[in-house]
């Protein structure tokens, strides 16, 4: 994910570096990471405590987006009408659903760049406002860390573990 290095100390020497309370949340954050599920909990729990990057509310919604925007599978393809007819046409379910994911790809792809970009890239107006994804608290509140950038770490939170390849098969 974005802000991870491959030129730190190992885990146990980072650990070390630490002063205790840092330590106690760089382990909590590791075991948060590994218990959901996180391909690599220690990078991700060093990058939120050495850059400040949110990357456990970064690893969330972008696993919430494959789970809810781009996990087509055939069962749910044939409840799409013009899909459904393709099928019954002779297309190829599997082909049918790849397409599925890729276009919902692309649409959740397009919606986190805009997101990132933060203005109307046609606006010249200066007046017009802007926007941004921000982390919050559990109760709500803002932490003032914004998730920026999500588009370039999508693929890294595929399933599959394949980064998106089947999408494109």
């Known amino acids: 994910m974005l802000g991870r290095m491959s030129t730190w100390p190992t ?7 630490l002063d205790p309370e840092r330590r106690a949340a760089a382990l909590a ?9 996180d391909a690599e909990p220690e990078a991700a729990a060093r990058s939120e405590v050495m850059e400040d990057v949110p990357q456990l509310a970064r690893y969330l919604v972008l696993r919430r987006l494959w789970a809810n925007g781009m996990s087509w599978t055939p069962e749910k393809v044939s409840q799409v009408p013009a899909a459904r007819r393709l099928v019954e046409g002779g297309a190829d379910p599997a082909d049918v659903t790849r397409a599925m994911n890729a276009a ?22 200066a007046a017009l406002p802007g926007w941004c994804l921000l982390e919050t608290t559990p109760e709500g509140e803002l932490t003032g860390r914004p998730l920026g950038a999500l588009h370039e770490d999508i693929l890294t939170l595929d399933p599959s573990g394949r980064d998106g390849a089947d999408l494109w098969a």
């Not at 954050?29 to 599920?37: M, Q, W």
């Not at 919902?104 to 109307?120: H, K, M, R």
Request: hydrophobic share 50%; no cysteine; aromatic share 18%.
């Open 11 to 17: 885990w146990d020497e980072w650990l070390l570096t």
């Open 29 to 37: 954050l590791r075991d948060r990471f590994a218990a959901l599920g």
């Open 104 to 125: 919902a790809y692309d649409a959740v792809f397009a919606a986190l760049y805009a997101i990132s970009y933060g203005a109307d890239p046609e606006e010249e107006d």
